[in-house]
């Protein structure tokens, strides 16, 4: 057995006695550490607790922490909210199924966002965002759920008074687009489909769909001793705008036809596009202008006269489709061009359709056009009907083809038939 001499146990006592030192060291430099992370925590705590509303619940949905922001938002004191279910702060405006989604989600393991109403002790409302996650354990099932809102009570006070006014707004603007539709139908004439409708007794229907109430499509006629005069126009834009500019042109051009008595639609197409370069060309950035289509029908001598200012038109006669020429300019733009009026022939029966290029861009639900052939088809088609079938037919056509696709501009097609004298 070896004996322990007094160097080894001043060896052994100088060993300890250095353990002993760094193990203090290491202990003060951990336990500083430890203060640090500490402190660190209750700072990101204070941090969090003024900013987010911190809460956590056992799988009952029972509340077992609630941060001081909660306390302060919701008007509980922490000995009334720990120990109570979580829809102690429910406002009866949120709907079941909005908390079954989020209960479906945080029990399958997932976190749930969104934005929920929730009531103070004092029944008052406040909204929050809420994140709603599970604590998970080694199985990979929930055992607490950890909650963090964020209050945006004045974010949706700001949104429901911006909601209000715009509202305000919406009906201002809607009660002066109705003025508008019911001033411009007032230039108009009545639509129908009667052989009344004109008093020369000529039959006619018409079909006009405003896209926004005002229509930037118009038409108008007038009648004196057995001539009947009509224009059928699209104006650049549509709605408030459109109607504008519809109903600028209808004022002057019935100072044309009825205080100048200018029936010609060569001499009328000259007048009209030189007042619309008075008006507008000089002081808009753009130019302002409308297609359109003049006829001038005279039943005593059974013709027609009229120019197309890239206005969309047909005669048909006895199934037999005949264009009416148009010139690739409009009112508005054409100042000094050359445009001449075409004349025809009038044979009882004849019908003439016009129409705007609204019904020719309308979409169906595929997104396809409705295109101009289709249209030549339609009116291919509505020389084999009685012409008092033909506006419901068209309605039909122009219903089965937008289906539930939006209209997209103002439309307006309008039939007349030739009766005999």
Known sequence: ?????????????????????????????????????????????????????????????IITYANSKFCEVSGYSLEELVGKPHNIIRHPDMPKAAFKDLWDTIKAGKIWQGEVKNRRKDGSAYWVL?????????????YRYISIRVDITKQKEL????????DILAKDLMDNLELAHLIQTALLPQTGSDESSFSTGIPYFTIWRPLQIVSGDFFWSHEDRGRLLIFLGDSVGHGMAGGLIATLF???????????????????????????????????????????????????????????????????????????ERYPFSFGDFLGSAAYEHSLVLMPGDRIYLYSDGISDQQNPEGKKFGTKRIENLITELSTLPFSLQRERVESVLREWQGDKPQADDILFLGIEIPAK
């Open 1 to 61: 057995m070896h004996n322990i001499t007094a160097a080894d146990l001043a060896d052994i006592f100088q060993q300890l006695s250095n353990s002993l030192a760094q193990y203090e060291g290491n202990y003060a430099a951990l336990e500083q550490r430890l203060h640090s992370l500490e402190r660190e925590a209750r700072d990101r705590q204070a941090i969090l607790d003024r900013f987010a509303i911190i809460s956590e619940a056992d799988t009952r949905g």
């Open 130 to 142: 809420a994140t709603v996650g599970p604590l998970l354990d080694a199985e990979g099932y929930p």
């Open 250 to 324: 209808l004022q002057e051009l019935r100072h044309q036809v009825i205080d100048k008595g200018i029936w010609a639609p060569e001499r009328l197409a000259e007048e009209l596009d030189q007042k619309m370069g008075y008006l507008f060309r000089r002081k808009l950035p753009l130019p302002v202008t409308i297609d359109g289509t003049i006829l001038l029908i005279d039943q005593n001598r059974m013709k027609l006269s009229y120019i197309a200012l890239r206005g969309k038109g047909f005669l048909s006669r006895k199934g037999e489709l005949i264009p009416l």
């Open 159 to 166: 949104e429901e008074k911006l909601r209000s006014e715009r």
